[in-house]
């Protein structure tokens, strides 16, 4: 997923707030809306792009042009019967990726259900854990182990199919230490830098979360 898609966050509780201003920070384009008011105004200084409107509304989700935006983030956990709604107007709108938040495995199960392409529980996964796993280009996953430093699931690129490690020099190039490979359901920890990399390959990398970018 690429950071140049356009993103949709609606809800602006701490969940949604965190995931929209963590695109915003890293230069995505984001529409941020929220029924209640005073989180629009309180969040328009870092999401420069907030609207006060009932999402639960074909009409305005007509208005707002969703069917324009490739991702969308239904943070409404607290209201079930909003986050159904707004998830069915969205897919109904063409949105490639909505992604909704929920209270619990429940809630999970009902907007898969209507069409939700992923459902988060909150426990398990922070606000800007979301959008930096969304931001990240090519990256399966990002667990960040301190505040600078993350590890990394990165699938073998087509350019890099058929070189080895020590042909690919990965750490001068993105700084980036691959730890392990995962292939057929298996990781490799004793990894021979000279064998040649294949599709079938993931790398299990350290990096310093700020360089990340280099891999987009």
């Not at 989180?39 to 870092?46: F, G, T």
């Not at 998830?87 to 949105?95: D, H, P, R, Y």
């Not at 988060?120 to 399966?140: C, D, F, Q, T, W």
Request: include cysteine.
């Amino acid at each position: 997923m690429s950071i140049l898609k356009s993103y949709a966050v609606f809800g602006l509780g701490r969940y949604g707030k965190a995931v929209a201003e963590e695109l915003v920070k890293n230069g995505a384009e984001v529409l941020a809306v929220d029924k209640n008011e005073s989180l629009v105004n309180n969040a328009i200084e870092k999401i420069p792009f907030c609207r006060c409107a009932d999402v639960t509304d074909a009409a305005v989700i007509k208005q707002l042009g969703i069917s324009n935006i490739d991702v969308v983030i239904v943070s409404m956990a607290h209201n079930l019967e909003a986050s159904v709604m707004a998830t069915i107007l969205c897919k109904e709108a063409g949105v490639e990726t909505v992604i909704v938040k929920c209270a619990d495995e429940t809630q999970q199960k009902v907007l898969l259900r209507v069409g939700a392409d992923k459902v988060v529980l909150p426990e398990n996964e922070s606000g800007i854990r979301l959008a930096k796993n969304l931001l990240s280009s090519g990256l399966v996953d990002i667990i960040e182990l301190s505040k600078n430093v993350s590890m990394v699931e990165i699938p073998v690129r087509n350019e890099w199919e058929g070189k080895s490690l020590i042909e690919l020099n990965l750490r001068q190039k993105y700084s980036i230490n691959v730890v392990a490979i995962k292939q057929e359901n298996e990781v490799l920890i004793d990894i021979d830098p000279s064998k040649s990399l294949d599709k079938t390959m993931t790398l299990i990398v350290i990096a310093d979360t700020q360089k990340l970018a280099k891999l987009k």
